[in-house]
């Protein structure tokens, strides 16, 4: 499994981006898939996650009503739009896979065993 982020960028605070995140080498509907974030100096964090059908989605407390994960199957493609950003959003974006069962969406970083290579999102104040 390939995981290929994309969509990172600068903005001004209130802005918005999307990121994407396209994966191959496996039927993509196998695969649950996240979004966790990086700041310097800080550990990686969940952002948001969704179930391999699409069906069931989960948000860290500090993006929800800001962030949307959503995916497209027949793209292959995680998607996370991201409006009303703010500075302390500023971070490296990662995207995850995990072969689980229907319905299941992982929130912890041990339990995805394939990880993008990271996309820059900055946002200045």
């Known amino acids: 499994v390939q995981l290929q982020a994309s969509g990172g960028g600068l903005v001004q605070a209130g802005g918005s981006l999307r990121l994407s995140c396209e994966l191959s080498?496996?039927?993509?509907?196998?695969?649950?898939m996240g979004w966790f974030r990086q700041a310097p100096g800080k550990e990686r964090e969940f952002v948001a996650g969704?179930?391999?059908?699409?069906?069931?989605?989960s948000y860290a407390e500090s993006v929800k009503g800001r962030f949307t994960i959503s995916r497209e199957n027949a793209e292959k493609t995680v998607i996370l739009q991201m409006n009303s950003l703010i500075p302390e959003d500023t971070a490296v974006y990662y995207c995850?896979?995990?072969?689980?069962?229907?319905?299941?969406?992982?929130?912890?970083?041990?339990?995805?065993?394939?990880w993008g290579q990271g996309t820059q999102v900055t946002v200045s104040s």
């Open positions: 080498g496996r039927t993509f509907t196998s695969y649950a």
């Open positions: 995850a896979a995990d072969s689980v069962p229907s319905g299941v969406v992982i929130t912890t970083t041990w339990q995805y065993d394939y």
């Open positions: 969704i179930s391999r059908g699409g069906s069931r989605r």
